[in-house]
Structures are given as C-alpha cells and as structure tokens.
C-alpha cells in the first residue's frame, strides 16, 4: 500500500547527473548477499541476485537495528510506512517528506515511532510530540520532485516517551572519508522495505559519494517504498554512526540520493541539548 506523501521519490537527471550515476554504478562491486530465504516467492531475479532492492534480514534485536524502526502517519487511510532511527531516547530521524500528507504537514499525534519491529510487533514505540522539518524543505507533489529537495529532506521526531533502545550517533563525513567507508566495505542501509514490511532489512558493502557541490550524497544501495528515511550508516572508529538520510532515487539508473548529516547534525545537537536540559 502506498501514500503519495510516503512515497519513495523518483527524480530525473540531467545528463551531467546521468553520467554521474553511470560512472557511480560501474565503480560499485556488491558482495552476495544470502537474503533470499526470507522473501515469499521470490523472482527469478532476486534468486539469481539481479534485485537491487532486496538485502538481508537483520536481527532486530542487535544493535543497530534495535533503533531503526517504522514510521507510521495514523491519519492515511491508504497505508504505507516510512523508516526512521532514534538518535536520542525521544528523538528519531527521518526523511521530512514522510511527515507530509501532499503539500500540508501533517499533526505530531497522528505520527507513531515503532523500534525494532519484529515479524510486526515492536520492542518499543512512542507517538510523537512535536515535528521538527528542515527550514529549507519546500513539501511537493511526488511526480514533481527535485534533487534541491532531496538535499534537505530531512526530519526530526521528537517522542512523548523514551524508548530504551541504543540511539545511533549522527555523524558529517567529508567527501574522502566516504570514499574511504566505500572501500572499506562499511556504508551500509537497515530499513522497513515494501517487501519485507514487518522487520528490518539491511544491506553492507554500499557505496556512497557527493555531488560536485557536496550538497547531496549519491549512495547504491536498498531503494524501494518504505525505504524512505532509512538512515545511510558507516563505520567510523569502530563505531555505526549515521551519515545520510535516503530520500529519492533515479529509477533508470536505481542511483539513490541521501540528505548528508552535515545538513542535520547540528539540528540533532540542539534538540539533544533542549531536552538534557529540560529534565535538570
């Protein structure tokens, strides 16, 4: 089931950005993944390893997964999900177009937070008390969606309660520090997608980049409905930290575009500091 405000959003490319994306695709060298087990009749395709969207079941129970979770808008009748991750005990990152119903933002009571969903039942979820939307998200028809958009959709939950789970750590790479994650093997994606609703898909060995302006990440990775507002996460120092939000992707080519954390890093300290303070 779909919603036009949850959607995973397509956008073109000029051919500047298609060679881009090309050459992105021809760099990336995937490694197997054994995830078929857990899909229902699956096609031939995904049998075969062809199915860009599918990746492995994770454990929801195992950190990070633990903190990812699904984000659901009670007040749509059609259905459809987005991902989100707690990156404090009450507050969870998404992307800002899955807390929009069209062009109107959508009311905090009706947005649900469910971590760690496992076979449908969470290890713990919060409805939401505030919505915190980048100030430079212009909320639009899906069929009219722009990469200046994709740049800064990103969204910040803040939750009634506090859940238990482990936040994830935000964190800015640079453009070198992102090709080093890529060759390293650690850029990686865990989110509730279209064909595994009710527990947590991931995907290792992804790659990820920037645009020329170092405004947008460009990552190869899980892209499907539901997928949006999956954290795009990388090892540093050991350590799982996010590093993008999926936004939308170019269905020709399946290159998929991220908000950087340096669009929302310092958003998530504030908030973090605002509710420390709070509770003194």
Same mark, same amino acid.
């Given at each position: 089931?779909?919603? =036009?405000?949850?959607?995973?959003? %397509?956008?073109?490319?000029?051919?500047?950005?298609?060679?881009?994306?090309?050459? #992105?695709?021809?760099?990336? %060298?995937? +490694?197997?993944?054994?995830?078929?087990?857990?899909?229902?009749?699956?096609?031939?395709?995904?049998?075969?390893?062809?199915?860009?969207?599918?990746?492995?079941?994770?454990?929801?129970?195992?950190?990070? #997964?633990?903190?990812?979770?699904?984000?659901?808008?009670?007040?749509?009748?059609?259905?459809?999900?987005?991902?989100?991750?707690? @990156?404090?005990?009450?507050?969870?990152?998404?992307?800002?177009?899955? @807390?929009?119903?069209?062009? $109107?933002?959508?009311?905090?009571?009706? @947005?649900?937070?469910?971590?760690?969903?496992? +076979?449908?039942?969470?290890?713990?979820?919060?409805?939401?008390? +505030?919505?915190?939307?980048?100030?430079?998200?212009?909320?639009?028809?899906?069929? +009219?969606?722009?990469?200046?958009?994709?740049?800064?959709?990103?969204?910040?939950?803040?939750?009634?309660?506090?859940?238990?789970?482990?936040?994830?750590?935000?964190?800015?790479?640079?453009?070198?520090?992102?090709?080093?994650?890529? $060759? $390293?093997?650690?850029?990686?994606?865990?989110?509730?997608?279209?064909?595994?609703?009710?527990?947590?898909?991931?995907?290792?060995?992804?790659?990820?980049?920037?645009?020329?302006? =170092?405004?947008?990440?460009?990552?190869?990775?899980?892209?499907?409905?539901?997928?949006?507002?999956?954290?795009?996460? #990388?090892?540093?120092?050991?350590?799982?930290?996010? @590093?993008?939000?999926?936004?939308?992707?170019?269905?020709?080519?399946?290159?998929?575009?991220? $908000?950087?954390?340096?669009?929302?890093?310092?958003?998530?300290?504030?908030?973090?500091?605002?509710?420390?303070?709070?509770?003194?």
């Amino acid at each position: 089931m779909r919603s =036009a405000g949850r959607e995973v959003q %397509r956008v073109a490319l000029s051919e500047a950005q298609r060679r881009q994306a090309e050459q #992105a695709i021809a760099a990336w %060298r995937p +490694k197997p993944e054994a995830a078929d087990s857990g899909i229902a009749n699956p096609r031939p395709e995904q049998l075969l390893g062809l199915d860009r969207h599918i990746g492995e079941v994770v454990d929801p129970t195992a950190w990070p #997964a633990s903190s990812i979770g699904v984000v659901t808008v009670a007040q749509y009748s059609t259905g459809g999900s987005c991902t989100g991750t707690l @990156v404090a005990p009450r507050l969870v990152l998404t992307a800002a177009h899955c @807390v929009f119903n069209g062009v $109107a933002q959508v009311s905090p009571g009706n @947005v649900h937070f469910l971590a760690g969903m496992n +076979k449908g039942t969470p290890a713990a979820s919060s409805i939401a008390d +505030k919505l915190i939307v980048a100030p430079d998200f212009a909320p639009i028809q899906h069929d +009219k969606w722009s990469l200046d958009r994709s740049r800064v959709d990103w969204a910040l939950i803040v939750l009634k309660d506090a859940l238990p789970s482990r936040p994830v750590a935000v964190t800015a790479l640079t453009r070198e520090q992102l090709a080093a994650a890529t $060759a $390293a093997g650690t850029i990686s994606e865990i989110g509730y997608g279209q064909e595994r609703r009710y527990s947590p898909t991931g995907q290792r060995n992804c790659s990820a980049g920037m645009t020329e302006d =170092a405004r947008l990440l460009t990552v190869h990775c899980l892209a499907n409905f539901g997928y949006s507002g999956s954290p795009i996460l #990388a090892e540093i120092g050991g350590e799982t930290v996010v @590093v993008g939000i999926f936004s939308a992707f170019h269905e020709e080519t399946r290159l998929m575009f991220a $908000a950087p954390a340096s669009g929302f890093e310092a958003a998530v300290r504030r908030e973090i500091a605002a509710q420390s303070a709070s509770v003194r």
